[in-house]
């Protein structure tokens, strides 16, 4: 649908930043790395190196150029130092930045939860990270004249946005598609048998080790830079998007199913040396150089007239996406490409609209069979091909008995985010919703009982998508998923606007007038109508779109926006979809099962029973999963396996990403939201005028490709503090570490998953399936997070008391905010950024 959200694969081997585990320190990002006896000394150029790094880069683009692999390669290999040493020299203007950070702070308005992570509820797992609070503080250093590079500038935003660990919240950099560092290989993290724990291993040792007729034995690693690795994967990670520490931990290293080569392997940022140690269970300690990488585009020489910092900041930073030169814009696409395979993220309107031209009679949708394709490979299970999959490789489904040939009777579905990877996929939501029902009916044909659903690597997608495979599966179900958004002065506008501009009539005219099926063409009125209903849908920010949390049409604006006041902050009332608006829902064309053309499906028996499905996760789960997890196990009481994590015997989260159910993007969304609200409505006077200047997000000045939020929480039915889901670390029933074997091969994980749900084992490494509890919640129906041992008070203490003095509106001087401090103060108790 449109809210919607390309392909999203999270940990695709991002790493926000590696350079440290933070300190109690609000400032100073430097001597954060481990000072064990090993540990190669940290960089820091000279002045003569700062004055140098970008001519050295271009003396090497210079002779790159000249040969044959320039005609075709992205980038070239530049020494790590040379590569830092340019970074670090590019500088800033005040003004520009000071700009950029101030519409960065209206748009991080709409982060729907500031609050919680300024004071995370006990158990979170979550840090207190005050995002407003953090933004005054890089605002004034700029201003002092403390903070005076762009790159310092950039990292520390970054970490301020990455330390809340919400994967929906980032900014989208052009500066590490300019100039990024990697290692020379990749790492694993494996156990003997998937229930002792694991260790960290060389993969390229691993591959040695098993090779035929090697006696080569790969050594695990016992210290990185000398610091024991246990507490140096996690520095590592600290900055990963999962709230989960394990989902976290998870992100460093090399998987097959989804794809990914980890986080050691990819370093966004510096890494803080120039070569790095290892140190393996045998004793030996190596050195390794770290890479690094330049930008190239084929056949060209961008570094021609980039032989200074000051020429990178002109050239590169300080110029507004808009209006911006070939290789600013290059930088810009190429940071987009690397959002959409590493973040949450939303698609333009394009989808939408390209699919109201399809359902407009010029290019209709093909027959399920032609969007499916039958024992073909897939490129998450590279052994064994699917019984049917998609056209674009979003879902697989297989029949064990069909590669085992063990006579079981267990089925596999295979789902490792809810869009295509493929930018140009066609057909994507038809495509799956053909696969999964076509793979359903045979598994039924073939008496089927048991399912296993693997969602690792999912990070979400098409939130219709989500709704549909959940609907397949349990047809008579009604899925609840009950979301609000932050209420403060923009939000509360662009709702008035939306529901004057997209009222009950506007809305009834355009489903009239679309009709059922392909529908009719729409004359250019109702197209501009259907093109402002889009964005009002979007936005969830209109009344007549939404439906209260009984299903049922809001009596009023103030019943839809509030504000209710909640934990220190405000928020509209609980909304949920009407699944059967298909302005509502968007993505035309293309009904969930169950509604709208595909009405009677709801009274098609579930085709496995609830009891016989497990949902298998590596923890990254997030976003439309989220969604979609929560249906499984809130609504159907579903067994969850979670495998990876800390070598612990500790509870690990199944879902362990962010469980917000919607993502806004800065410049694909909120403009449009703004510019509607602002060429169809006018300031009363001189004073609105200039409080929309204070809270309506503009365009960037500063070349970034993106920026975005996370926009709606999803809110538990029975929970009555009323607590975003990703607050809530809910345990998985069994945990298992991946060994060899299970890690690259996947039919070996599902063989152990189904031998311990249904066959003769019993050991999880936590846990157990036969034995499953799938808690979900205390004796008041509030979720309960891992280590909680009492059934009171799961939050620390806000409760439902709004703080209003002091704590609402932030007046730093410069511009007001209406968020919260975090109440421990500037320095104390929070991370650094
Ligand atoms: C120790 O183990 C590492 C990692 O497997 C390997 O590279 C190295 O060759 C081993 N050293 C010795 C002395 O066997
Ligand atoms: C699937 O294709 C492979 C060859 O790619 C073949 O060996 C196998 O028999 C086929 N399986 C089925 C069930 O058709
Ligand atoms: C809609 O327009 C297309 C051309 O764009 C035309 O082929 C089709 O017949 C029209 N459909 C209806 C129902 O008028
Ligand atoms: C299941 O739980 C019961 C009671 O808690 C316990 O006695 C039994 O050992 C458990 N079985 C397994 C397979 O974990």
Redesign the pocket.
Known sequence: MMRTVSAALLGLGTVVNAIALPQNSATAPSSVRPTGTNAPPAYTPSTDDLTSGCANVAAVAASFVRTSAAQSANDFRIDPKIGYDCLQSIPLDKEPALEFLFELSKFFQFQSTITYLARPPARSGQDPMDILGGLTDLYNSVESGSITQWNELETRVDRLLSGCHEGHLYVAWTLPSLINFRTPFTLVDLSPDGIQLSKPYVFNDVSAASARGSTFQASAITHIDGEEVYTAIQRLTYYEQSQSVDTRWNAAFQSQNPPKQGSFYFRTRYPGANTFTLTFENGTTTEYAYEAYAAHVPGSNVWSNLRTGRDIWTRLINIPPSSSSGSAKMLRKRALETAKKTRLQNGPLDDVFQML?KR???NSVPPPSELVEFNKSFPDTPRVNPYIQDINQVVGGYFMDDYAGDGSRTAIIDITGFAPDDPSAQFAPHAVQAAVQMFLAEAKRRNMDKLIIDVRGNGGGYVNMGYDLYKQLFPPSDPYSGTRLRYHPASEKIAEAFTQLVNEDVINNLVRAIGGG????LSTNQLNSYNLASYASLSNLDQFLNLDENGQPFTSFSDFIGPVNIYGGQFTNIITYNLNNLLAVGDLSYDITGYGDRASFRNNDPPFAAENIVLLTDGVCASTCGIFGEFLRNQQKIKTVVVGGRPNNEQSAAIGGTRGTQVIQHTAHMLNFVQIVENNFQPANDQERQQWDQIFPRAFKINIAEAAVNWKDNIRRTDPTQTPLQFYLEAADCRLFYTRDTLILSHNLWAQVDGLAWGADDACAVGSLKNATVVLGDSNGVPVSIGSTDTSGTNSGFGDTPQLTGDRTIDTGIWIWYGVRNSLGSSNGRRPY
């Open positions: 031209e407009q009679g010029s392909m529908g009719q063409n």
